[in-house]
């Protein structure tokens, strides 16, 4: 029997997103599930600042503060909840580009370049330093965790189809099997609505015949 995802893994699809298609309310639910099934304060922070890289900071920033106003509410109610570890901190010599263009060619599994990326340097250079640099550099997640919340909050956007299935590849390389794709549909479809789980239906099923 092939691995399945973790009862934490399961967990990150729904906050993720929602967090990207800006429900506060569900977002607020999955939250709350995403702390009883043992993801950490810092766990859940790291993917509600990653949202950013894909849907924007006001939604980002809005899930914050719905995370934030959660946790102060549960603490009056007497509920205490893990912090977790932090991110280990980045070398003294860390160049955010470097790093970027590093992590980047390892998660994808060889350089990226091409015409978009010549025709807008800038937009490949914050993808290598933000993204790939800041964000993926700091490791309070994996990268497969990384992955995983990158799948539910693309999967929760209308128009991203390429991305998605970009992103598909990028799991795979980190281990995310067939069977875990599998599997985030199905929650993709019962924890956040049937035509998010069906998108993500729909790329996979790209993704796989192109990977043939």
């Known amino acids: 029997m092939e691995d399945s ?13 929602f967090a990207a298609s800006g429900d506060m309310d569900k977002l607020n639910q999955a939250l709350v599930h995403g702390l009883e099934q043992g993801l950490t304060i810092n766990q859940i922070k790291a993917i509600l600042v ?15 503060t719905t995370f934030m106003q959660l946790l102060e509410q549960r603490k009056v109610k007497g509920i205490i909840d893990a912090e977790g570890g932090n991110s280990q901190a980045l070398p003294q010599d860390y160049q955010a580009k470097i790093q970027g263009t590093e992590n980047q060619t390892q998660l994808v599994g060889q350089p990226v370049k091409g015409p978009l990326f010549e025709f807008s340097p800038e937009i490949d250079e914050y993808l290598k330093a933000h993204l790939f640099g800041d964000i993926f550099s700091r490791d309070v997640l994996s990268w497969q965790e990384r ?4 799948l539910g909050m693309l999967a929760s956007m209308e128009g991203v189809g390429s991305q998605l299935q970009s992103h598909l590849g990028i799991a795979k390389n980190q281990g995310i099997t067939s069977h875990n794709f599998e599997e985030i549909e199905k929650i993709l479809t019962e924890k956040v609505n049937l035509k998010i789980g ?9 993704f796989q015949d192109q990977s043939h």
């Open 5 to 17: 995802l973790s009862q934490q893994q399961q967990a990150i699809i729904p906050i993720a997103a």
């Open 50 to 64: 990653q949202s950013y890289a894909y849907a924007g900071f006001p939604r980002s920033l809005n899930a914050l």
């Open 198 to 206: 069906q998108r993500f239906k729909k790329a996979n099923a790209i």
């Open 147 to 150: 992955e995983i919340a990158t």
